[in-house]
């Protein structure tokens, strides 16, 4: 079991720059896949990112790819989304989530995640 607790959401103008950070904890967390997803009400949540905390090895949602970069700091046990470019679709609550498995892409191969944090973007 892997605890997760999400910071930084906000209200930011579209075209703009957010982090969003997420401390993890747990037995053998270094282990996991740690990701991001997101989710609106019209829409099924989201993958975004994804990072194998032991090996650094990274898998990305093609549409965001090139404004969205994930990293971590292993002396913080801290992993980050950094988003550029922020666009008003971006809105949504964003969810930092653990997995066993090596860097899915699916939210249902993840079994512990944040509170979510809600992420506003302003026209």
């Known amino acids: 079991q892997v605890q997760l607790v999400e910071s930084g959401g906000g209200l930011v103008q579209a075209g703009g720059s957010l982090r969003l950070s997420c401390a993890v904890s747990?037995?053998?967390?270094?282990?996991?896949?740690l990701a991001w997803f997101r989710q609106t009400p019209a829409k099924e949540r989201e993958f975004l990112a994804a990072?194998?905390?032991?090996?650094?090895?990274?898998e990305y949602e093609d549409s965001v790819k090139d404004r969205f970069t994930i990293s971590k700091k292993n002396a913080e046990n801290t992993f980050y989304l950094k988003m550029n470019g922020l666009k008003p679709e971006d809105t949504a609550v964003y969810y930092c989530?653990?997995?066993?498995?090596?860097?899915?892409?699916?939210?249902?191969?993840?079994?512990?995640w944040g509170q979510g944090t809600q992420v506003t973007v302003s026209a």
């Open positions: 990072i194998r905390w032991a090996s650094g090895n990274t």
């Open positions: 989530a653990a997995s066993r498995a090596y860097l899915p892409r699916t939210s249902e191969q993840y079994d512990d």
């Open positions: 747990g037995r053998s967390f270094t282990t996991y896949t």
